[in-house]
């Protein structure tokens, strides 16, 4: 670029030089672009380009290239800043020796399949809220409309992932989960499963990317190959950190586009895949969809930012990196909060501790949600149980008189009952009665 012309003569001293006394007064920490920079007042004696040019210069020793190039052949690029090695170690440390999901798995995979896949859905344009798609998914109901769909496959297509272990990825596997992504939602309906073809357009709804044409669809095919090749850690001749593989697997495919439509959906379940097969299972109980789908500028601007800066890919990793350290929290806190929950509920509610974990997470969720309903099959699925299993749980509860079970068609389903909580506290009274008659010792407070 043209700014860095007049320093390209400055030794390696001189740059830094250059950027530490930027630094003394304005933060360079992150990864700061060209407009943040500019963003910033302008030093005596130091022009906003010519400290860019010092950064791009400085930057441009750790960069190393990525084997994927862009429409005119030019390659993209990855640095290390010194951030992202700690980042990563954390994420490392984390997925080894970090916190359980829950005291009950099953319901935490569950919970985590259904938060991912309703956010990556609504990334993706489906026009529902995230709790009814979760809803919806919990109670098992089947959907009725495209957005729906949309929601149910993204968690058809996750639960998939989780079978499919230490599976290489293939071109014919990719083509696979889009097909289980995007059944029942394109248009042309043909479009599942399949590359896009001369003349068709990649579908870009929920996802603000860089203004750019994508590769022709002539090349689709060879790009597919090389990008397996990538996941399968085949290329580059040098070593990536399994969690930039992963992040720089989910950009490939989102950049590339090579469907009609559910490119960001599928791009979002290979970083999923990539981060199981690496070893790192505890992301199976991590959805880092709502996060994105939080900030939805912010993960559209990670893209455009690597498009538009001289295909620097740590933009993005950078991003994601972030994204992923939120959701660790975010999953880290909700298994505390749901431990404290159950805890309190065990000391406050006697009825409550006699129930076993899988009626204590269904019991504890009608106490916050009242008016939810709840299914056999919704309750299977949730705890990983069989039906059979799943039955004898709800008509237990329904025998406490926690639950009340109605039907539709040939369909039970089940409500909290109107004195749920009462009936919950109510079993000491009982209790404390039965000992006393077995004592001949009436306690006071029942007198």
Known sequence: MDDLGFCSHMIPMQLDAMIDAYRNVVPLDGYPTLDEI??????????????????????????????LVDC??????????????????????????????????????????REESAASAILAGAGMSQSGA??????????????????????????????????????TLVLELHRAITEGTLDPADASGRLR????????????????????????????????????GEAPGFFVHPVARAILLHFRLAYERPFVDGNGRTARVLFRWAMLRQGYPLFAFVALSPVLAAEPARYGRAFRQTETDDNDLTYFVLHQAGAIGVSMNALA?????????????????????????????????????????????????????????????????????????????????????????????SAVGRRRAARAIQSDELPTNLL
């Open 333 to 425: 806190d909700r298994a505390a909060r749901d431990a404290r929950e159950l805890s309190s509920m065990e000391a406050r509610l006697p009825g409550f501790a006699a129930l076993n974990r899988r009626q204590q997470a269904l019991i504890a969720h009608a106490l916050r949600h009242s008016g939810a309903r709840y299914v056999i099959a919704g309750h299977q699925r949730s705890h990983g149980v069989t039906h059979q299993t799943a039955r004898d749980d709800l008509f237990d509860l329904e025998r406490r008189e926690l639950l009340i079970v109605g039907k539709e068609g040939r369909t039970y389903f089940f409500q909290a009952a109107a004195d749920l909580r009462r009936t919950l506290q």
């Open 38 to 67: 500019e963003r910033q007042p302008e030093l005596p004696g130091l022009r906003h380009n010519e400290v860019w040019a010092a950064i791009k210069m400085a930057r441009a020793a750790s960069l190393r290239k990525i084997p």
């Open 197 to 232: 073809r001369d003349g068709e357009t990649a579908g870009l709804q929920g996802l603000e990317a860089g203004e750019y044409a994508p590769p022709d669809a002539r090349e689709l095919e060879g790009r597919l190959e090389s990008m397996c090749a990538f996941a399968n």
């Open 134 to 171: 979760e809803e919806m998914l919990r109670c098992g109901r089947q959907p009725e409309d495209r957005d729906e769909r949309m929601v149910f496959n993204m968690y058809r297509a996750l639960e998939s992932v989780q079978e499919l272990g230490a599976s290489v990825l293939s071109p």
């Open 72 to 113: 005119k052949g030019r390659p993209f690029q990855l640095g290390f800043p010194s951030g992202l090695s700690e980042v990563f170690n954390k994420i490392d440390r984390w997925g080894a020796d970090g916190p359980g999901a829950a005291r009950d798995t099953s319901r935490a995979l569950a919970t985590s399949l």
